[in-house]
């Protein structure tokens, strides 16, 4: 079970978007090949997510709990490779 | 590595060389990356073309120096370890000031980035006068809007402009974060007993970041490029029309320092547009010494006020635009006294 979390602002600009939407594509791709993914999106304003997570740079991209992008926007392919790692 | 990676690397290294040099170059031969149209000759045009002349004017001169600003800021935020200045900046004592200040050019404009960080400080406890500070420097004195405003306005403006922008961020900072409801904010969101996060950030591999350089400057053109060329169409229908005598009467003089104050923060448009506008009431006949406080404008600007507010409350947001009008005022006055630049 891998769970994704992407931290961006809300409104989400075009930056998060982005980020968004190039999870979610990776996501259904890993999912049809049977894999069980979630994907969240969390705003940093928040205090729960600033509680756990501290200081972020946005666009950031956690999985199941750990920082692995700050502050840019990736592209499918290394989100692919980020998350196959994990499976 | 692959050929493609390869290829890739060699191509993009020598976009930048090639920008690098042709700005250094047109530095060192002192070209003029401004326009040149003056309101005389706008005049003779058709209405219509008056906008298509003076983009086509700005853009023949001002390509490499926009180019140069965005491949900067690319880099920039790809290859400077940010997260390592935040931990300084959140040390909490009169260090995470300067650390802001000194810091602050090398985060690029863009609400995305200024506001979550911003909030971030402040939770993790660096209190809200560095976090305030930062707030102030970095829409001002960013790498983009510095590389611009030393292009259109000259050393010296542009320098005072730094100068006294991240002299009065400091202030600011400071005697808000001293106010009952600075305090009151501080007590509210403040120190926290904070457990470190899990970061553990992935490796690219160095084509791959060079890229990603590029990516975030192409990122940040398409978001900036669309307000700027409307802001273009604005000018130069102002530089074409507005009567001279009024911007010479208003806009020289200790009357012409506050008018320019006034005027800079409401009048908000995005840096470039404010710096493009200040030239272009500078041709018209502004003062320099209200060129400095024009371009102080910034902070108080309506719609950043109310984007920070919904943070900060409008208290604190008042307080800091009162304060940043006064030095605005101070900034310009202190320039021309030294200058003589009324």
């Not at chain 2, 976009?15 to 040149?36: E, R």
Request: glycine letters at 8%.
């Amino acid at each position: 079970m891998i769970q994704v979390e992407v931290i961006g602002v809300e409104p989400a600009c075009y930056r998060c978007k982005e980020t968004m939407q190039n999870t979610e594509k990776v996501a259904a791709k890993l999912r049809q090949e049977g894999h069980e993914i979630t994907v969240s999106k969390l705003d940093v304003m928040n205090k729960s997510t600033m509680e756990k997570y501290g200081v972020v740079r946005t666009p950031a991209f956690a999985l199941n709990g750990v920082i692995k992008i700050m502050g840019k926007v990736p592209d499918s392919g290394v989100i692919e490779r980020i998350i196959r790692k994990e499976l | 590595m692959e050929t493609r990676s390869k290829i890739r690397l060699i191509a993009l290294l020598s976009v930048i060389i090639i920008v690098t040099g042709l700005m250094a170059w047109s530095i060192l031969s002192k070209l003029n990356l401004m326009p040149t149209a003056t309101s005389e000759h706008l005049q003779t045009l058709p209405l219509w073309q008056i906008p298509l002349y003076y983009i086509w004017d700005y853009a023949k001169h001002g390509w490499l120096c926009l180019s140069f600003a965005f491949i900067m800021s690319g880099l920039f935020q790809e290859f400077i370890p940010q997260d390592l200045m935040l931990k300084y900046m959140g040390s909490g004592d009169w260090r995470a000031y300067i650390f802001a200040t000194l810091l602050a050019p090398v985060f690029c404009v863009c609400s995305c980035t200024m506001v979550p960080i911003f909030g971030g400080l402040v939770f993790a406890g660096s209190g809200i006068g560095p976090a305030l500070t930062f707030l102030l420097v970095a829409p001002a004195n960013n790498l983009l809007a510095d590389i611009i405003t030393v292009q259109v306005m000259g050393w010296p403006i542009a320098l005072a402009d730094m100068l006294a922008g991240a002299t009065s961020a400091i202030l600011i900072g400071y005697i808000v974060s001293k106010t009952p409801w600075g305090k009151q904010f501080e007590e509210k969101f403040g120190v926290r007993a904070q457990t470190a996060p899990d970061v553990d950030l992935v490796d690219e591999p160095f084509d791959d970041r060079l890229w990603n350089a590029f990516r975030f400057g192409g990122q940040m053109a398409k978001q900036i490029l669309p307000s700027f060329l409307i802001g273009l169409v604005i000018v130069s229908y102002f530089q074409a029309f507005f009567p001279e005598e009024i911007v010479r009467n208003l806009m020289t003089g200790a009357r012409g320092v506050l008018v320019a104050a006034l005027l800079g923060g409401p009048l908000y448009t995005p840096t470039l547009i404010e710096v493009v506008l200040g030239r272009a009431l500078m041709d018209l006949g502004m003062s320099p010494a209200a060129t400095v406080a024009w371009l102080m404008g910034q902070p108080y600007d309506i719609p950043n006020s109310l984007s920070a507010s919904k943070v900060v409350g409008w208290k604190i947001v008042v307080t800091y635009g009162i304060l940043a009008l006064i030095s605005a005022i101070l900034s310009g006055l202190v320039y021309g006294f030294i200058t003589g630049g009324f």
